[in-house]
């Protein structure tokens, strides 16, 4: 069977851990897991997962202080599976950088369609995307949540790495900005007509410090397209 992605499981206690990658392997999906935890974010980023599961209970250190490790490099979806369940728990998960929040005792097909739909949102078709795209000598990678050009690179927020995704995905073609609204709406990300043009005035000055200035063309009434 063809893996529909690589997903990190980070849980200290033994039987759940590989219960889940049991799970986890029987619905295609390749499933890795973390044994050694003293240095669980470093660990966490080596394997490149498309996805991780991280309790938040963990030895040492709380899967909360992970995240915000993994999220200085890295943007890959993160989802906390943990017994603390109160709104202020999964706020704070939020908020540390989480993309989603399961409180066990949880059901495992209710954990696989929050693991899926956390996937279609970041890749657009579930897993297995790819998280490098290049279009011209610009590589806009997901993963690190960055764009490069050569040996040059610049970070791009959440919002500014879904804008140029998008437009990455109609390479040559002009996207209208309602699309690009759309789309990001489509994806959780609220923005308006304002916040779409501040965020392209950001990502061209990203662009530009990194040599690709005239990357993002602007045609009024069609939109915007790379090229």
């Known amino acids: 069977m063809d893996k529909k992605g690589k997903i990190l499981i980070v849980e200290d206690d033994k039987t759940i851990r590989e219960e889940l990658q049991m799970t986890l392997m029987a619905a ?41 490790e993994i999220r200085q490099y890295s943007q890959v979806p993160v989802i906390f599976v943990t017994a603390n369940n109160t709104p202020m728990d999964e706020l704070n998960g939020m908020l540390r950088g989480g993309d989603d929040y399961v409180s066990k005792p949880y059901q495992l097909p209710v954990l696989l369609a929050r693991i899926g739909a956390v996937l279609r949102r970041t890749f657009g078709n579930g897993a297995g995307a ?28 959440k919002n500014e790495m879904k804008i140029l995704h998008c437009l990455f995905e109609h390479p040559g073609d002009f996207v209208s900005r309602t699309d690009i609204i759309d789309y990001l709406w489509d994806n959780e990300v609220f923005i308006d007509d304002n916040a779409l ?31």
């Open 28 to 68: 295609g999906y390749e499933a890795r897991i973390m044994e050694d935890f003293s240095d669980p974010a470093g660990s966490a980023l080596a394997v490149k997962p498309d996805l991780i599961l991280l309790d938040v209970n963990l030895p040492k250190k709380s899967g909360l202080a992970i995240c915000e």
């Open 130 to 157: 790819p998280q490098k795209t290049e279009y011209k000598g610009i590589v806009l990678d997901i993963a690190a949540a960055c764009v490069c050009k050569g040996s040059k690179k610049c970070d791009l927020t």
């Open 197 to 227: 043009s501040v965020n392209v005035t950001r990502i061209r000055n990203k662009l530009k410090s990194i040599g690709a200035g005239d990357f993002i063309e602007t045609k009024r009434g069609l939109g915007y397209r790379i090229g």
